[in-house]
């Protein structure tokens, strides 16, 4: 299994970016994709979540408005497109899978992507 996060760089304050996340050799298609982002220091924070049975997404209060997740075509692959980007963005995104969305939301994942790192200059 491997997930694949890419798409962070250095961005300014208004700006947007987009990640990708791409999974492969996921044990079962059924599976639920969600975005966190960490602070050097602080706690994993839960941004997004796509459920695979709808598509339908959820958001963290600090994102809604600002952040789309949206899966690429019928894959196991998502984008999270982020716009108005402030300084306090600035994080490790991490994107990572699991079979029970609950769960998952929680951070309790059945895998993790290595994390692509976000910086808003102010």
Known sequence: VQLQASGGGLVQTGGSLRLS???SGLPSPNTHIAWFRQEPGKEREFLAIIN????????????????TLSRVNTGNSVYLQMNSLKPEDTA??????????PSLRLGVADYWGQGTLVTVSS
């Open 92 to 101: 490790v995104y991490y994107c990572a899978t699991g079979l029970r969305y």
């Open 21 to 23: 996340c791409v999974a």
């Open 52 to 67: 695979w049975r709808d598509d339908s997404t959820d958001y963290a209060d600090s994102v809604k408005g600002r952040f």
